[in-house]
């Protein structure tokens, strides 16, 4: 069994008097693909949204439990939550490029960490955009507009401007659920390769995508984690009736 | 929630699946009865109609391993539709097969038109008899998700064993006795054989079933009485 990159106890969350996730456990192992799945509103994004802190940004969303990274608690006080944020990276539904160029794009990450070299620059944009394989198709184009990019190739961008701080844990909601099959097929590659480098941890609607790509899946139902095993069990001999009923589409 | 079935297509598609299913399970019995009672009876129409029928019978099991396809190109099944489908598949392999040796034994009955038989037929109709009830076995377990029934059904294969070995050994010494009988003796253990197989076909159809309902693999061995090695 490889090194547990995150380990997660007795994790509850409310937004105001409602509770959005009940007493989560699970361990995410490192260099893995986590995929978490389950019908809207189930509570999956607010989990994963826990692992970098982004529910801060919520009023009056209160959270208790323990999130272990490498086995120091992210909501300890006194943690740093920008240098958390930099180790734990995301990508949202939709592509959202910064509205400057391809170049800036990328290397707005690194100059935020105070990263002003040029050469220095240039080697990271490279290398990300390689990483998040877009390079071979914008690198004679680097300074043109981020918007100008297909939509596939955005979500590329955001993933390449995800991996140019180098972070640990690659977070992604539904990274393909605004794309079209080719891209997505891309994006799919793309994580298992991710894999080998950051550990991935993916909120997926498409459930197939979820058996091609994780190693690993966690079922949400109602703000509870029901199931979480390999993928494999998961999808032919699930243990709990609801997760069965939910993946065949019984309901969800 | 609303109740709106979102399956309904999907159920249905199953459930024709299901249904051809059964229909080639009820084919490749009726090529086994037939064949033996063509056997016991002399009955050349018989033995003809199971050659004529494997057609039928092919082509049906063609129909659902192209259904099974068509199933998960369309749907993706997942958990237990994925292994309903893949037992499916598997099971009209097997069931293909029983169907084939009701012709292989329809074959060898027509050595014996118009010979006397060597000795009256007892325990081969008790073979046939016991596959058929097996197969209907299988078939219930199928149906009703039933593991018991799966089960008792793997239990049922070592009667089947004990008969062709004593029908193995009652031939051999009705040919060492008397060499003439050598011919239709051979013809007969074949029959013996070929029932003894179609059991162990219908064994794997159970096995099937067990999968199915428990996404477990399981040996049909677990079930049958242990041997002594």
Redesign the interface.
Known sequence: MSRMKFQISNLNLYYGPTQALKDVSIDLPESSVTAFIGPSGCGKSTFLRCLNRMNDFIPRCRVDGRVLLDGTDIYAPGTDVISLRRRVGMVFQKPNPFPTSIFDNVAYGPRLHGVTDRSTLEGIVRQSLEGAALWDEVRDKLSSPALSLSGGQQQRLCIARAIAVQPEVLLMDEPTSALDPMSTARIEELVRELKTKYTVIIVTHN??QA?RISDLTAFFLLGEMVEAGPTQDI????ADRR??DY?????G | ?TELN??KT?DEALDRIREQLLKLGNLAQDAIRKAVWALEKQDETLSREVLEGDDVLDALASEIEEGCLLFTARF????????TISAINRMAIDLERIGDLGVSIAKITRFFFGKTLIKPLIDIPRMAAIVEEMIDGTLRAFINRDVEEAKRVCAMDDMLDDLDRQIFNELLLLMIENPRVIEQATQLVLVSRALERAGDHTTNLAEKTIYMV???HVKASDFRRKREE
């Open positions: 459930m197939q058996a999808f032919t001999s699930p997760t069965e993946i065949t589409g019984r309901f | 929630m979102v399956r999907q993706q099944p997942v958990a237990q539709d994925l292994r428990t996404g477990k």
